[in-house]
């Protein structure tokens, strides 16, 4: 809060405008005249990405509502992530891997175009597109990424030095606000800053510091990461990949300790929550869709690719993806130490178990970073690719509609117990909550202890083909709701529990329960939502402990 208070003030005192001064557009050429040829790729890849760049469609509407003349840190942003996201210039890689692949097909022509109309319409430091640092860095990232392909790093040419210089002066404008984030945005600045001094032939000596010290500050040595997300700990491991790989391209020092260590583990955690045959991962927390560096063209919804480059990078060892496209066009060869599965384990924020085919993970404490979302012992639970318990997901940061985001983001959107019918926090914002409850490790899962004193233990225990999960209440509370929120299926009541093709619930307590089967919300995709079945089990005080036994296709009956 100190760091954001100070980047107000440094506004107020127009700091960051009189560094961001009106400077003259890029002008090209951006790129070089030839591609190298392409490296050898696992079958079908190329045919798979000409197809996407071809698919490829004409530069879009770069401002959306927004004025794209007016000084950028003006602005008000609602509503300002589909603009961003197209201004992050991803096509830029694509199409110098099409160039590569196919030097007649104009790709090369079609990337040049591209990135000389995007400077025209965004002149420096006027309009959303030069609001953010970290959307900066992230395009100065992709521009880095596009040029090492097509071996013009070391020597860009005029058009792409001049965008670089200017990238790395908007990111260095406003650093309160990126520290005070306490996510991504800071790591991404920080990698941003470090590829433009690297391709500039500058110091890189101070980005790779500050990179390091913001990865030792957000990604704890067991691999936690500050956002307790599984999509944003992927866009943090792409941005260190290609600053990584970048380094080593171009025979710059390591970066300081312990910044490898730290994405290794990161790249763990990651590893722990994909499916190895879908590359899926739960919805935890705050996520936006983002796709950064997709050299394999995996798509927001297969991190595969992600975790195999950074493990192969950062850890020596190897995931779900050993064919992965991006890591050949990386040129990083295949590593035969592939990284385990731990039936149990734990991170900072996050508890899991795999057993039998099933998996789960568990939101825990303590809380050393602002949860994003009502969701602290959320569970989890994943059956070979379909996630039976779930989470509600993001939305939209900027919902069409008012009651997606306490639909999404409160204790209704989560596998959590309510108390009183009242949020366990009070929201001071769309991305702060207040009263963070005290949280605790167990041995076996975590407990909580909220602002009004109410107390809940969540213990998990996996048995086979069966999952217990034992809740202990205790405190002032009247009236307690438990919800388990389900995928669309043919679920139906039965006297204690519900039944599906997909498993079998069962519900017990030490107090008379009222079990009801009520309608949920979920976000599948970033800006959609649809409805969800949601088990609700309520009890009133003096309930001590509420046991839910799921059982799975091919299982064994429970022990109690």
Do not use: K
């Not at 710059?252 to 583990?265: D, I, N, S, V, W």
């Not at 995931?319 to 039936?343: K, S």
């Amino acid at each position: 809060m100190l760091l954001w208070l100070a980047h107000r003030a440094a506004l107020r005192l127009g700091l960051p405008g009189r560094a961001l001064a009106d400077q003259p557009a890029p002008s090209g050429p951006f790129l070089p005249a030839e591609a190298p040829p392409a490296p050898v790729l696992p079958p079908a890849a190329a045919s798979r990405l000409l197809d996407a760049a071809r698919a490829a469609g004409p530069a879009p509407d770069w401002h959306g509502p927004f004025d794209g003349a007016a000084p950028a840190l003006s602005l008000r942003l609602d509503g300002i992530r589909p603009v961003w996201e197209a201004s992050r210039l991803a096509a830029l890689p694509l199409l110098a891997q099409a160039a590569r692949l196919d030097s007649a097909g104009g790709h090369l022509a079609r990337a040049e175009t591209l990135l000389a109309g995007w400077c025209a319409a965004n002149p420096p430091f006027r309009g959303p597109n030069w609001a953010c640092g970290q959307e900066a860095a992230l395009r100065a990232l992709h521009l880095a990424l596009a040029l090492a392909l097509l071996g013009a790093d070391r020597d860009p040419p005029p058009g792409a030095r001049a965008l670089l210089v200017l990238s790395a002066r908007r990111i260095a404008a406003t650093p309160l606000y990126a520290l005070a984030q306490d996510n991504n945005h800071p790591v991404s600045e920080a990698a941003g800053a470090f590829a433009c001094a690297l391709l500039l032939g500058g110091d890189t000596r101070r980005p790779a510091a500050a990179l390091a010290a913001r990865v030792a500050r957000l990604v704890a040595p067991d691999g936690g990461f500050a956002q307790v997300s599984a999509g944003y700990a992927r866009l943090l491991l792409d941005v260190l990949s290609v600053a990584e790989w970048l380094r080593r391209r171009h025979g710059a020092p390591p970066f300081p300790a312990p910044l490898a260590g730290r994405a290794a583990a990161l790249a763990r955690w990651l590893h722990r929550l994909v499916d190895p045959a879908t590359g899926g991962t739960p919805p935890l927390g705050l996520e936006d869709g983002s796709c950064f560096a997709d050299l394999g063209l995996r798509g927001p919804d297969d991190a595969r690719g992600s975790v195999e480059r950074a493990l192969r990078l950062f850890a020596g060892q190897g995931g779900d993806a050993p064919e992965d496209a991006g890591c050949a066009w990386l040129g990083l060869p295949p590593v035969a130490a592939p990284a385990p599965r731990p039936a149990r384990w734990r991170a900072a924020g996050t508890m899991g178990w795999q057993e039998a085919g099933a998996a789960a993970v568990l939101r825990t404490g303590p809380l050393r970073f602002r949860p994003g979302q009502s969701d602290l012992l959320h569970l989890s639970l994943r059956d070979g690719a379909e996630w039976i318990l779930r989470d509600g997901g993001t939305g939209s940061y900027d919902p069409p509609a008012p009651w997606w985001w306490p639909a999404l983001s409160g204790a209704a959107g989560h596998d959590a117990a309510i108390f009183d019918g009242v949020e366990p926090m009070a929201r001071a914002g769309r991305f702060l909550l207040a009263r963070w409850p005290a949280l605790r490790p167990l041995p076996d899962g975590a407990a909580l202890r909220d602002a009004h004193g109410n107390r809940q233990q969540r213990r998990v225990r996996a048995e086979g083909r069966c999952w217990t999960v034992e809740d202990r209440l205790s405190g002032p509370f009247r009236t307690v709701a438990l919800r388990w929120r389900l995928p669309p299926d043919a679920w139906r009541l039965t006297g204690t529990g519900l039944a599906g093709p997909r498993a079998r619930i069962l519900v017990t307590a030490d107090a008379p329960l009222r079990l009801s089967l009520r309608q949920g919300w979920e976000s599948p995709a970033p800006g959609r939502i649809r409805a969800v079945p949601v088990l609700v089990a309520e009890a009133a005080a003096p309930v001590g402990t509420i046991v839910t036994r799921i059982l799975l296709p091919g299982r064994a009956d429970c022990v109690a």
